[in-house]
T-cell receptor, first 115, second 114 residues
Framework: NAGVTQTPKFQVLKTGQSMTLQCAQDMNHEYMSWYRQDPGMGLRLIHYSVGAGITDQGEVPNGYNVSRSTTEDFPLRLLSAAPSQTSVYFCASTRRPGLGYNEQFFGPGTRLTVL | AQSVTQLDSHVSVSEGTPVLLRCNYS??????LFWYVQHPNKGLQLLLK??????LVKGINGFEAEFKKSETSFHLTKPSAHMSDAAEYFCVVSVNNAGNMLTFGGGTRLMVKP
């Protein structure tokens, strides 16, 4: 299994440009999430999905859109990039909860710079 | 609401000496707590987790943490630091049992001197 994969690894955008960060998992996990990591603030939840066709907002959703058309993929879209969106983005997945806590598996991250 | 405070943004130890990374949490119900480690330019790896079983939790690479409800703490310790332990460590609380909504502390960067 490849686990959680993210592309691209690095990206530089100009203010106002749009782009999509890709995330895929091959573990048949139903739950997927997007986080951003900023210095001194840990990771903050942007959007999450509990299954195909179902998404919801996290702590910092403004400026980002998501969709979940398949179980495997959970892309994150920036419609009009702003310098405040310069960050490292992590995608994570976990299976549907059963008994006890389910570990989240994280992708390697995408480092985004907005000029 | 749940929150996590990591009391030190940077910790420096010498190789072979003990490690203590401090974490306090706030939760309106019995929390699930975790420590994740992030090595430079890498993703996050789960070190250990507390989910209301034993209060002393053992993790990978010799790390352990003790859940103390009276002190609302979940400090991470290791008896003897190794150079490979140099990384950033995150204390995390789960908002729900599903585990898909995590609240992270600000992180503690551990430096290990030879």
């Amino acid at each position: 299994n490849a686990g959680v994969t993210q592309t691209p690894k690095f990206q530089v955008l100009k203010t106002g440009q749009s782009m999509t960060l890709q995330c895929a998992q091959d573990m048949n996990h139903e739950y997927m999430s997007w986080y951003r990591q900023d210095p001194g603030m840990g990771l903050r939840l942007i959007h999450y999905s509990v299954g195909a066709g179902i998404t919801d907002q996290g702590e910092v959703p403004n400026g980002y859109n998501v969709s979940r058309s398949t179980t495997e993929d959970f892309p994150l879209r920036l419609l009009s990039a702003a310098p405040s969106q310069t960050s490292v983005y992590f995608c994570a997945s976990t299976r549907r909860p059963g008994l006890g806590y389910n570990e989240q598996f994280f992708g390697p991250g995408t480092r985004l710079t907005v000029l | 609401a749940q929150s996590v405070t990591q009391l030190d943004s940077h910790v420096s130890v010498s190789e072979g000496t003990p490690v203590l990374l401090r974490c306090n949490y706030s939760s309106s119900y019995s929390p699930s707590l975790f420590w994740y480690v992030q090595h430079p330019n890498k993703g996050l790896q789960l070190l250990l987790k507390y989910t209301s079983a034993a209060t002393l939790v053992k993790g990978i690479n010799g790390f352990e943490a003790e859940f103390k409800k009276s002190e609302t703490s979940f400090h991470l310790t290791k008896p003897s630091a190794h150079m490979s332990d140099a990384a950033e460590y995150f204390c995390v609380v789960s908002v729900n049992n599903a585990g898909n909504m995590l609240t992270f502390g600000g992180g503690t960067r551990l430096m290990v001197k030879p």
